[in-house]
């Protein structure tokens, strides 16, 4: 940071302040909204599961994205940059990149994936501690802002069980944003939430298969993506009519659904509705907490 002209020493008298305890979970938001404002926290609503929900199941722009429990964090700052002259003495130019490493335990493959997407987005990051509190950062008054993560840093891998009693999982590393300064980080502690934020989960994505389409009836099953076994997939289980709207692209008209009924197994759902057309196209969009059903409402149904 360049000093500026006609600033003197600031004041050091200091206060109670509640101190960051070590991160048990990280939440990914996207930096900015569609609209190219940031995401943020309004602290004025209130912090509880219902909120916590809405901001996981948010639109993809405003989403939160929290990862699994994390072990072993190392969160390091490096040494300042300094630059060295011939007498000994240095100049300061700038501070250490602050790096994080920490393991996923428990974690599948199919989670490397979902995070190492994040590379190619702007994205920032809420932490969640083993207290319980969330820290972002304070820029703004009546609201908590995430941290940014410095571009393109945000990678992981997967570890394999090994002879050593090595547990499966994913290492993860980033670094957070160059311009990022320690002094602006701060957290809403657990006892200021109506509702705890620890242990949120992400969503899952879901695809959907159709069988036995007819004009008043298909079946569907809905599957979640990368979880599971080829064989023996995780579905979607547990799911009424009322979780379910049908519409007619040709039409433009939605289509009165009269039953959703899942099999003994679970997971497929056999949908009845109003007579449709031949050769018209239907749209299932699928609604429920917890679950991205968006390939679903794009994988359309052309009725024979």
């Given at each position: ?17 509640p ?31 219902a ?21 072993n ?33 428990g ?16 994205i ?33 891998t997967?570890v394999k069980?090994?002879a ?45 298969a ?11 099953t809905?599957?979640?993506t ?43 759902y056999a ?8 050769t ?25």
């Amino acid at each position: 940071m360049a000093c500026k002209c006609d600033v003197g020493l600031s004041n050091t008298g200091t206060a109670c302040t509640p101190l960051q305890a070590v991160a048990r979970q990280y939440v990914l938001t996207p930096k900015f909204k569609a609209d190219g404002t940031l995401n943020k926290l309004d602290l004025t609503v209130t912090l509880d599961a219902a909120f916590w929900a809405s901001q996981v199941n948010a639109v993809a722009e405003e989403r939160w994205y929290p990862l699994p429990r994390v072990q072993n964090v190392a969160d390091e700052k490096a040494e300042n940059i300094v630059q060295s002259f011939n007498d000994g003495s240095t100049a300061f130019i700038a501070e250490g990149a602050r790096t994080v490493a920490g393991f996923l335990p428990g974690q599948a493959p199919h989670l490397v994936g979902q995070i190492n997407d994040a590379r190619c987005s702007e994205i920032a990051m809420y932490v969640i501690d083993k207290d319980g509190n969330l820290i972002g950062k304070q820029i703004e008054a009546g609201y908590l802002h995430p941290i940014c993560l410095e571009d393109d840093t945000i990678s992981a891998t997967y570890v394999k069980n090994d002879a050593s009693a090595t547990v499966s999982g994913v290492n993860i590393a980033f670094t957070w944003s160059l311009d990022e300064k320690d002094e602006n980080m701060t957290m809403i502690t657990a006892d200021e939430m109506t509702d705890g934020v620890a242990g949120i989960k992400g969503l899952l994505d879901i695809t959907s298969a159709y069988a036995n389409i007819s004009l008043t009836s298909f079946d569907v099953t809905l599957t979640v993506t990368g979880y599971g076994t080829p064989l023996a997939p995780q579905l979607v289980k547990g799911l009424v009519a009322g979780d379910f709207a049908l519409f007619n692209i040709d039409d433009s008209l939605a289509v009165t659904i009269i039953s959703a009924t899942e099999d003994t197994a679970g997971g497929t759902y056999a949908i009845t509705y109003a007579a449709q057309d031949t050769t018209e196209v239907l749209r299932l969009t699928p609604s429920k907490n917890g679950y991205n059903f968006s390939a679903v409402v794009t994988n359309t149904i052309t009725l024979p």
